[in-house]
């Protein structure tokens, strides 16, 4: 087990005998603990809102619209050609495959005169979009009726990796979102050329790979998730009075997300603070599904950090750990900051303790 240790001197005259050790969290100081993260690609942001993030990106509509596995045909497996992302009033579609992509990249080019890429969006319940506006003047919508409307991709499009753009969407009555949280969409893309008629892009792959999806094989049918996990920045602060017989935070950063469509975060760390002294211990185990993806020796310009406000000050000037990946940060006399950082072995049974001077 790593430690950081707590000591402090109080002052004296010449006769007063120098206590080795006292008491530098005082006991009943209440303190409020937030975690961060950063490290050489991503900025420092709480995890608050790194869930909010991570889950209301996880909420895409049609993660990876066009993906097929024809392996079975003798044929390739085709990787998702667009993520489609709805939410109340806009459509936003980004280009998923690589430049190196097998299927793909035989079509990377700019779409000329006559192309049209659709992409039917049939709703269960009626849609409120009345009209559009777009950032790539080669997309169209059309409102074909009240429950199905066509995205066009078309001539002038650069059909390449990295392409994206957003529709943004009028609605026809304005007193309603033209989307409505929870209604049921499904999709059909086509494909036409001057030479070619329109046809479904799965009817197109029966032709040329000889498998048997039939003409509504990709269609996709999904319900319409538009709001997100919303923690908000502070979302996992937590506040505990000092104890010393007891751990403030026991499991901190566990979450459930089931209710948002995502998962139980259990807690990351046990974290306890003495008089002297901060003592982490890591409680997830080698299976746990959230925590576990990122088990690894933390790399060069990552770090973890633990923000500590007291109510009250503390009397921390200086500290001491047996893990040298673990530095405290004194802030101000009312807040600490533990980094965990490069070299540090993120990984079930990881403990350690901060002795505090």
Request: charged content about 20%.
């Amino acid at each position: 087990m790593a430690m950081i240790s707590l000591f402090a001197f109080t002052a004296c005259d010449k006769d007063d005998v120098i206590l080795d050790e006292t008491v530098l969290v005082t006991e009943g100081n209440t303190v409020t603990v937030r975690n961060t993260y950063n490290d050489s690609h991503v900025p420092e942001i709480s995890f608050s809102a790194y869930l909010d993030y991570a889950f209301y990106g996880s909420e895409v509509e049609f993660p990876e619209a066009l993906a097929a596995d024809l392996s079975s045909a003798a044929g390739p497996v085709i990787n998702g050609l667009y993520a489609i992302n709805f939410t109340a009033n806009t459509i936003e579609f980004t280009l998923l495959p690589d430049s190196e992509d097998l299927f793909w990249k035989n079509n990377y080019r700019t779409l000329e005169e006559g192309v049209y890429d659709r992409y039917y969006f049939t709703f269960a319940e009626n849609h409120n979009v009345g009209s559009f506006t777009c950032d790539n003047p080669a997309i169209h919508l059309r409102i074909d009726s009240e429950n199905i409307i066509v995205v066009e991709v078309g001539e002038g499009f650069e059909f390449q990796p990295g392409a994206a753009f957003t529709i943004a969407l009028g609605a026809e009555d304005a007193a309603n979102a033209p989307i409505v949280q929870g209604d049921v969409i499904t999709m059909r893309n086509t494909y036409n050329d001057a030479q070619v008629a329109e046809v479904s892009f799965s009817s197109y792959l029966d032709y040329a790979f000889g498998s048997n999806l039939g003409e509504d094989g990709l269609d996709l049918t999904r319900g319409v998730i538009i709001e997100g996990v919303s923690l908000g920045d502070d979302g996992l602060d937590l506040s505990a009075d000092v104890n010393y017989s007891s751990v403030e935070f026991p499991d901190f950063l566990k979450i459930d997300l089931s209710g948002n469509g995502g998962m139980m975060v259990n807690g990351l760390y046990s974290i306890d603070i003495n008089e002297n002294s901060i003592d982490y211990v890591l409680l997830p185990d080698a299976n746990d599904y959230f925590w576990s993806q990122n088990y690894r020796v933390l790399e060069e310009g990552v770090y973890d950090r633990y923000y500590f406000t007291f109510d009250e000050a503390h009397g921390v000037t200086s500290f001491s750990s047996t893990e040298n990946a673990v530095n405290l940060r004194i802030d101000s006399d009312k807040i600490l900051v533990v980094e965990i950082g490069e070299g540090f072995n993120f990984q079930p049974g990881a403990a350690f303790t901060i002795d505090l001077k």
